[in-house]
């Protein structure tokens, strides 16, 4: 391979690189519906001056039909009126008439058999158009989910989510702080209502208790003193003092 198919290889590589890199898929989808429209628009000129064309190669054949027609009918009547020269000169111009309705007959085949073939590529050019609008909007819509998709992928690998989740367990543990420096605030500073009221229903289980072994203590002290007088003769007077405070708590308790 020579030095200057390389070179003009590589210079194709490069450009085909550089316009592949360059192409925006809407704008690219875009442009080829322009183009397909601008199609469109010159192949209905075409057909319109096709049919045009048509139109007035039937008007001349529609004529020159006519013409030939009308020599005929006056060749007969030179014929019934005994001038056979006029009616050969009358059929000589039918004739002419007739090869030029002949051909122009054999254009107008031709002529409708083209507008056919322009009217049915013209049908197919705009059902193209209407499918190429369609899968636009569809590609334009993926393109823009996959240049959203590749931004927000970008984005995540400029995140760091260690330092992010970390600041996340540092703010949890100060939040669990705050929440026990709050419980411990809040039984320091007092109890309120319910805990109140919870203390009063505590007392009173507490008072009956305490009547409770009043009312036992009082039963059993009318039988003390007779004990204890029974036994007066061998008491010391240390056991006299007890024996009196004992007397004292008795007439508190009962009281």
Not at 238 to 254: G, H, K, M, P, Y
């Given at each position: 391979?020579?030095?200057?198919?390389?070179?003009?290889r590589?210079?194709?590589?490069?450009i085909?690189?550089?316009?592949?890199?360059?192409?925006?898929?809407?704008?690219v989808?875009?442009?080829?519906?322009?183009d397909?429209?601008?199609?469109l628009?010159q192949?209905?000129?075409?057909?319109a001056?096709?049919?045009?064309?048509?139109k007035?190669?039937?008007?001349?054949?529609?004529?020159?039909?006519s013409?030939?027609?009308?020599?005929?009918?006056?060749a007969?009547?030179?014929?019934?009126?005994?001038?056979?020269?006029?009616?050969?000169?009358?059929?000589?111009?039918k004739?002419?008439?007739?090869?030029?309705?002949?051909s122009?007959k054999?254009?107008?085949?031709?002529?409708?058999?083209?507008?056919?073939?322009?009217?049915?590529?013209l049908?197919?050019?705009?059902?193209k158009?209407?499918?190429?609008?369609?899968?636009k909007d569809?590609?334009?819509?993926?393109?823009n989910?996959a240049?959203?998709?590749?931004?927000?992928?970008?984005?995540?690998?400029?995140?760091?989510t260690s330092?992010?989740?970390?600041?996340?367990?540092?703010?949890?543990d100060?939040?669990?702080?705050?929440e026990?420096?709050?419980?411990?605030?809040?039984e320091?500073?007092?109890?309120?209502?319910?805990q109140?009221?919870?203390?009063?229903?505590?007392?009173?289980?507490?008072?009956d208790?305490?009547?409770?072994?009043?009312?036992?203590?009082?039963g059993?002290?009318?039988?003390?003193?007779?004990?204890?007088?029974?036994?007066?003769?061998?008491?010391?007077?240390?056991?006299?003092?007890?024996?009196?405070?004992?007397d004292?708590?008795?007439?508190q308790?009962?009281?």
């Amino acid at each position: 391979m020579g030095l200057f198919d390389r070179l003009s290889r590589v210079v194709r590589a490069n450009i085909n690189d550089l316009v592949s890199k360059a192409e925006d898929p809407e704008k690219v989808l875009e442009q080829a519906v322009i183009d397909m429209q601008e199609d469109l628009v010159q192949l209905r000129q075409a057909v319109a001056r096709a049919i045009a064309t048509q139109k007035r190669t039937e008007q001349q054949y529609n004529k020159n039909q006519s013409e030939a027609n009308n020599w005929q009918q006056r060749a007969q009547l030179a014929l019934s009126k005994g001038d056979e020269n006029l009616a050969r000169e009358a059929l000589v111009r039918k004739k002419s008439f007739s090869d030029t309705a002949a051909s122009l007959k054999i254009q107008l085949d031709q002529q409708s058999s083209q507008v056919t073939t322009l009217k049915r590529n013209l049908i197919a050019l705009e059902s193209k158009i209407s499918e190429a609008k369609t899968k636009k909007d569809m590609l334009r819509a993926r393109a823009n989910a996959a240049k959203a998709n590749k931004q927000l992928q970008e984005t995540m690998t400029g995140i760091d989510t260690s330092s992010a989740l970390g600041a996340f367990e540092r703010m949890e543990d100060k939040v669990m702080q705050l929440e026990a420096e709050s419980e411990t605030a809040a039984e320091l500073g007092g109890t309120g209502i319910e805990q109140q009221f919870a203390a009063l229903e505590a007392g009173s289980g507490v008072d009956d208790e305490l009547a409770a072994m009043k009312a036992q203590l009082s039963g059993t002290s009318a039988e003390t003193p007779k004990l204890e007088a029974a036994d007066t003769s061998t008491s010391t007077p240390r056991d006299a003092v007890i024996d009196a405070e004992l007397d004292e708590l008795r007439s508190q308790l009962d009281k």
